[in-house]
């Protein structure tokens, strides 16, 4: 296995699919099925698609396995943005800081890449 204890995308996306897990399950406890799956599935995929990206096979297939962790990094400021305007459901505000530290880092990876001839 991969030694990416100096990957920080790596880590803040393992750390946040961690979060996003116990979040879930708060969700589920209170019965809010439909959005616990929803974000579990966006929140998690961003950390499974930037892993993937790790070992891609070729300069392009890195770029896109970034882009689906950007796309499912917008996802999930949905769900997360739901929840805080609703008045029925919890939130966790770690979670939204979280998300912009790795907004921050996926967005730039995809400039630089982008930019590189």
Known sequence: M???ENNPLIQKTVNFSLDII???ELL???KKFVIAKQLLRSGTSIGSNSFEAQNP???SDFIHKIKIASKELEETKYWLYLCKHSKSY???EKL???IIEI???IYKILSTS???N
């Open 2 to 4: 991969i030694n990416f």
């Open 22 to 24: 116990k979040f879930c």
């Open 28 to 30: 589920e406890e209170k």
């Open 57 to 59: 096979q070729s300069k």
């Open 90 to 92: 919890p939130f966790d």
């Open 96 to 98: 939204a800081q979280q």
């Open 103 to 105: 907004g921050k880092i």
């Open 114 to 116: 982008l930019n590189k």
